[in-house]
Nanobody
């Protein structure tokens, strides 16, 4: 069973930084990993994604402030969030597209990020 375990959320003032981590368990091969977020009353949205070859994509709202990276050997993805704004407040979810025998799309449990003004 593939599990994604997130860490690094918390409360920060506007302009501050946080780093999220997400580690996937098991001997698996992951094609794309990503971070999504969901604010109260809103739909879940893609924040950033990264392929196994480190090709990245960002939503316009976070470009220039957030950086996604991954360690393929550890099946871990990171999200460095700088210059945080109150509108970044949301539950952040890690996502992994696994190929091979455990093929499927997996989600983490979510970690709360709260940015105070």
């Amino acid at each position: 069973q593939v599990q994604l375990v997130e860490s690094g959320g918390g409360l920060v003032q506007a302009g501050g930084s946080l780093r999220l981590s997400c580690a996937a368990s098991g001997s698996i091969v992951i094609s794309i990993m990503g971070w999504y977020r969901q604010a109260p009353g809103k739909q879940r949205e893609l924040v950033a994604s990264i392929t196994s070859r480190a090709t990245t994509d960002y939503s316009d709202s976070v470009k220039g402030r957030f950086t996604i990276s991954r360690d393929n050997a550890k099946n871990t993805v990171y999200l460095q969030m700088n210059s945080l704004k109150p509108e970044d407040t949301a539950v952040y979810y890690c996502n992994a597209n696994v190929v091979g025998k455990d093929r499927g799309t997996y989600w983490g449990q979510g970690t709360q990020v709260t940015v105070s003004s």
